[in-house]
């Protein structure tokens, strides 16, 4: 921000002294003058309106992603009921786990992605409980799948994402929560910086 006004300071000085005509430019606020109580609230007001739609629109966006991972899981549990190990992903483990305990760990992948989009979407305090429930039980899933990987004759990469799937979603969504609510704080702080403007 002071940036910018140096940088304009230095344009306009420019301007003058190359003699060129003033009345193509566009009108600026005398920057040293204090900006009165209603300019400040209706900029801070706009800042408010501005970050409550950013945050909407990515949490909704994250959201929308994690709900999506489930909606898969979901699929693959209907798979593995109708039809068991005709996925292949599913196929890997046959000789590891029973069925029942594949739908049922999918089934807890499920969960920790609700717990997630709760934390996201969900207004109240406690928010950000839901978040930590949803890592927690990715990093339960993580520990089953990889555990059950280990054991099989040779390591598949291409199902790293059945371990760390709910996991990364969780993360992730804690991160954008911790971001935004930072931005939202910064903007708190600003309302707070307002000051009374006295004309002299």
């Not at 007001?45 to 629109?57: G, I, K, V, Y």
């Not at 969900?122 to 927690?136: A, E, G, I, P």
């Not at 799948?145 to 990469?157: A, E, I, T, V």
Request: net charge neutral; charged share 20%.
């Amino acid at each position: 921000m002071i940036g910018m006004k140096k940088l304009t300071r230095k344009l306009s000085k420019l301007t003058r002294r190359e003699g060129e005509d003033d009345k193509y430019s566009l009108p600026t606020l005398d920057e040293f003058r204090p900006m009165e109580t209603v300019e400040q609230e209706e900029l801070v007001r706009s800042l408010e309106r501005s970050q409550a739609e950013q945050s909407f629109l990515w949490r909704s966006v994250f959201a929308a992603l994690v709900f999506a991972y489930a909606a898969f899981l979901l699929f693959s549990i209907f798979q593995q009921v109708s039809s068991p190990w005709e996925l292949r992903y599913n196929a890997y483990f046959m000789e590891e786990v029973d069925s029942w305990i594949v739908i049922t760990a999918d089934w807890v992948a499920v969960l920790a992605c609700s717990m997630a989009i709760m934390g996201l979407l969900h207004k109240s305090n406690y928010h950000r409980q839901w978040l930590w429930y949803s890592c927690l039980i990715g990093i339960l899933i993580s520990i089953f799948w990889l555990y059950h990987m280990f054991r099989m004759p040779k390591f598949r990469w291409d199902v790293i994402w059945l371990p760390f799937g709910p996991l990364s979603g969780a993360g992730v969504c804690l991160y954008v929560d911790h971001l935004l609510d930072e931005s939202s704080e910064e903007v708190r702080k600003l309302r707070g910086y307002m000051y009374a403007y006295k004309a002299n």
